[in-house]
């Protein structure tokens, strides 16, 4: 499985961005597919996932309510909406994918860079 994530930008407070990730090759593979975002000199941190099959969206407390997971079947991709957007939501964000509920994030694209400017 290949994934490619792509759509980062810089952006001011309030503004919002569409996270896109690609997935190719074993696509029937995945089960899962989450988003993760690591700030500078932090840890890398879940945002939010969706089942392959566009259902069960899942979200971290802290983007709940500003942030969208979804999936397009017809294009083997899952995008991120991201709205109302905060500063301390800069990151690299990443794409992953995972063949089970038990087995970890196994497939990771490449990261998309987001600043959020005050």
């Known amino acids: 499985v290949q994934l490619q994530a792509s759509g980062g930008g810089l952006v001011q407070a309030g503004d919002s961005l569409r996270l896109s990730c690609a997935a190719s090759g074993r696509t029937f593979s995945i089960y899962i597919m989450g988003w993760f975002r690591q700030a500078p000199g932090k840890e890398r941190e879940f945002v939010a996932s969706i089942g392959w099959s566009g259902a069960n969206p899942y979200y971290a407390d802290s983007v709940k309510g500003r942030f969208t997971v979804s999936r397009d079947n017809a294009k083997d991709t899952v995008y991120l909406q991201m709205n109302n957007l905060k500063p301390e939501d800069t990151a690299v964000y990443y794409c992953?994918?995972?063949?089970?509920?038990?087995?970890?994030?196994?497939?990771w694209g490449q990261g998309t860079q987001v600043t959020v400017s005050s």
């Open positions: 992953a994918a995972r063949g089970n509920e038990k087995a970890p994030y196994a497939y």
